[in-house]
């Protein structure tokens, strides 16, 4: 006789339990083991040999000939830049961000870019009703452009309905957490629904060569809901990131089968919807023609695309027996507690009597190593109230033992920083650095630097 086997399955990881629990075993998470719909079990299933009954597949080797996809130009040249030249037909892309910061308006001027090329273009909402959707678009001025508009969550409706015409060039899903599949049991999006309305849209777009977009919701930590094989069947995750306090937003592309990764695009929210930035460092600059204490520009590095952005450093004096407090906004904290230790250490500065505040300006994150440096120099500058020359930039990565290490890309740092008048950059002494139009100042070790701005020696 057969038996249906039983199966839980986690709704914060994924992961799959023969029997419920409170606590998943995967994540920790608590109250998340959720039944799924028992899969039938015959002893022929369970005992029928896989390596018979197959067809012979065809293997080729790595010298093999391989056309490069073609690729659709959006329209949107940071967004072009952010998918590595453009959409490719077949594709799926998945775009995640916070609520409110302007997925859906992207994607709405994305649509109506390709629209009025002359592209047929299919937006699907399942989280806003068909007409506000089309309010939207005429508050951007997008209200003529020709895109096939649709409320709809049940993935059969939407399938049966893009069966019945012209494949559309691309189809955006917005949202796929609110997609539900009629084939398995469950409500939308939940990790079974979340999966099955993927594959099978991710199917259709594979088989019609339309480009596919998902839009993703995320957690209250930022990582993208639902199951983590989400990311891992679709080709490309871009994330889109910004505080909504700012106007400033960033894409990001976390991965992309067809082009790097790390490559960002930079927008400003505007009343006309999201606009481009073509020059993004200069947003992240404060324009001062005398230097501050506690600020340095620090030429980070996205991809391909070089970025000056400004550090901010503030100290506050304690007095003795209170705990000082140490604030970070746009980098790591435990990188700052580092950097303190090899200052106090190597250097001989005290930083145990003050309260700390660092801040990149812009609502920028920074994870780049070279940024060691700059913020090294921004808490000398804040301590010592000596302020670095405003014509001047820092980067480098600081080990424990003191020393200053290279970092990649020098060159396109040392060129961005001059194309936007600085004059001069303090850097490591190893490493291969071209003299041009901006005049290198080599330090082997932190306490050569730190000697350096203080005046010593």
């Known amino acids: 006789m057969a038996k249906l086997s039983k199966r839980f399955v986690c709704q914060a990881c994924g992961g799959v339990s023969s029997r419920w629990q409170g606590q998943c075993a995967d994540c920790a998470e608590w109250n998340t083991l959720v039944e799924e719909a028992p899969v039938l079990a015959t002893p022929f299933a369970a005992k029928h040999d896989l390596r018979r009954g197959g067809r012979t597949l065809e293997l080729v080797g790595l010298d093999a000939e391989v056309v490069l996809p073609p690729r659709v130009a959006t329209g949107i040249a940071e967004l072009d830049r952010t998918l590595g030249g453009g959409l490719v037909p077949g594709s799926a892309t998945l775009i995640a961000g916070d609520p409110g910061i302007g997925k859906s308006t992207l994607l709405i001027q994305t649509a109506a870019m390709l629209a009025t090329a002359g592209l047929p273009v299919a937006y699907i909402s399942g989280e806003e009703a068909a007409d506000q959707v089309r309010l939207r678009a005429r508050r951007l001025g997008l209200g003529q452009a020709p895109v096939k508009l649709g409320a709809a969550t049940s993935v059969r ?3 049966a309905t893009l069966d019945a015409g012209r494949p559309p060039a691309l189809l955006v899903i917005d949202s796929i957490q609110t997609m539900h599949s009629d084939a398995i049991e469950g409500a939308p999006g939940t990790v079974s629904q979340v999966r099955a309305s993927a594959q099978e849209l991710i199917r259709y777009a594979k088989e019609t060569g339309c480009a596919l977009i998902l839009v993703g919701h995320v957690t209250k930590d930022g990582a993208i809901a639902g199951p983590r094989v989400l990311e891992h069947m679709v080709d490309t995750v871009l994330s889109f990131e910004g505080e909504r306090s700012h106007q400033y937003r960033i894409l990001r592309a976390i991965k992309n089968r067809f082009g790097g990764t790390d490559e960002i695009g930079v927008f400003a929210m505007e009343e006309r919807g999201l606009g481009e930035v073509p020059n993004p460092s200069a947003l992240f600059l404060t324009q001062r023609s005398e230097g501050v204490a ?5 030429p980070a590095l996205e991809g391909t695309r070089p970025l000056l952005v400004e550090i901010q450093a503030l100290t506050v004096r304690l007095a003795s027996g209170a705990t ?7 980098w790591d904290s435990g990188r ?5 230790a090899v200052l106090e250490a190597r250097c001989g500065l005290s930083f145990s009597s003050a309260e700390v505040y660092l801040n990149v300006a812009g609502g920028y994150r920074i994870t780049d190593p070279a940024a060691d440096l700059a913020v090294a120099a921004a808490l000398v500058s804040a301590l010592a109230e000596r302020p670095v020359p405003p014509d001047a930039v820092a980067f480098g990565e600081v080990a424990l033992s003191g020393e200053l290490r290279p970092v990649a890309h020098a060159a396109i740092r040392l060129k961005e920083s001059a194309k936007l008048g ?3 950059a303090l850097v490591p002494s190893a490493g291969a650095i071209e003299a ?4 290198p100042n080599r330090f082997p070790t932190i306490g050569r630097l730190v000697d350096h701005m203080l005046g010593r020696g």
């Open 436 to 439: 041009g139009a901006i005049m």
């Open 422 to 424: 600085f004059e001069r």
């Open 324 to 330: 000082p407090r140490r604030a970070v906004v746009g």
């Open 294 to 298: 506690g600020a340095v520009v620090f």
């Open 157 to 159: 409706d939407i399938l």
């Open 336 to 340: 700052l507690a580092m950097i303190l």
